[in-house]
């Protein structure tokens, strides 16, 4: 129903969707009337108003879907999560589901909770927005000292964090890689003390760099 808490007139018709899916809604808009999707939002509630038991009772049902849409808009102006904040609860739910896999399960029921929000957070980017790169969101996200850098000799990606490799730390890493690093590339981590580029002043102070 994000259409709905983006787009919402008191004077539009809401209707069900007759094609939906389970995160981004496909609607038909026009001037006067819009079809959305209900079913991220409130499954049981839509489900039940057009099983075959209702059907038969209701004389117009997309009359009842909009007077119900309008009200569910109105109360969710009150008091509600946006729909942001509903993906984000239902990837919580999958990640502790192991949905992402056994290990990411594990790892994630390892972190704190603002950690957990962190990393939702950008989950519901990767969903929501049209582009394919989110590791360095995630880690500038859960580490405010971070860079990438790339040795093509090599072809490897080198990692800056500029915290103590902790076991708290290392797996906060090892879960950002694996839900957003492409598996074919190489990427060291290094912590704590930067190392040191050539050619790039600012990398190359004594005794303030590490060699790797």
């Known amino acids: 129903m994000a259409y709905i808490w983006e787009n919402y007139t008191a004077d539009k018709v809401f209707v069900t969707g007759k094609k939906i899916c389970p995160y981004m809604e496909i609607f038909y808009d026009s001037i006067n009337r819009a079809e959305v ?16 038991e209702l059907d038969a009772t209701i004389d117009n049902l997309d009359a009842c879907d909009n007077i119900l849409f309008h009200y569910l808009a109105q109360m969710d102006k009150c008091k509600g999560m ?8 239902s990837l919580r739910e999958e990640m502790a589901a192991g949905y992402f896999g056994d290990m990411e399960r594990k790892r994630w029921s390892e972190l704190d909770f603002y950690d957990k929000d962190k990393v939702l957070y950008v989950l519901t980017d990767r969903l929501l927005c049209d582009r394919n790169c989110f590791f360095m969101e ?7 000292l971070s860079s ?5 000799k ?3 990606y080198y990692l800056y964090l500029g915290v103590l490799k902790s076991a708290y730390n290392l797996n906060k890493f090892e879960l950002i890689k694996s839900l957003f690093w492409p598996v074919k590339k190489k990427i060291v981590p290094v912590w704590t003390v930067h190392y040191g580029i050539i050619g790039v002043t600012d990398t190359m ?3 303030s760099i590490q060699i790797i």
């Open 37 to 52: 999707n209900p079913l991220l939002r409130f499954p049981e509630l839509f489900e039940l108003l057009h099983s075959e």
């Open 82 to 89: 946006n729909y942001r904040q509903r993906i984000i609860e």
């Open 138 to 144: 995630a880690i500038n996200r859960l580490f405010e």
């Open 148 to 152: 990438l850098c790339y040795e093509e």
């Open 154 to 156: 090599t072809d490897t």
């Open 205 to 207: 102070r004594i005794d």
